[in-house]
């Protein structure tokens, strides 16, 4: 991948949700709400990692990283618990 790409998040039936957003880069994938950036997935090898401010800001932030990290926040939270996510600043 050459460039930064990105995209608003879609619903079920295919409709653009406003102020969610993907952003695709060479080192992997992020979610950003609002103006905010989220979460980040790596591609290949490394933690994700959520803001550790903003990760659970706001029960949209929520509904989206959910989809985004594809789990629940009961799920999010063991991981963040377990350390195989990593809280840090990503704004």
């Known amino acids: 991948m050459k460039t930064i790409k990105v995209q608003n ?3 079920n039936n295919g ?3 406003a102020n969610q957003f993907i952003i695709e880069t060479k080192k992997g994938r992020y979610f950003q709400s609002y103006n905010a950036t989220i979460a980040f997935i790596p591609y290949g090898k490394g933690r994700i990692k959520l803001d550790r401010y903003y990760w659970d800001y ?4 929520g509904k989206y990283r959910n989809i985004f990290l594809n789990e629940g926040i009961k799920e999010t939270r063991e991981k963040i618990k377990n350390k195989d996510y990593f809280l840090t600043d990503l704004n």
Do not use: A, P, V, W
């Not at 706001?58 to 932030?61: A, G, N």
């Open 58 to 61: 706001s029960r949209t932030t």
């Open 9 to 11: 998040m879609q619903s």
């Open 15 to 17: 409709n653009i949700i």
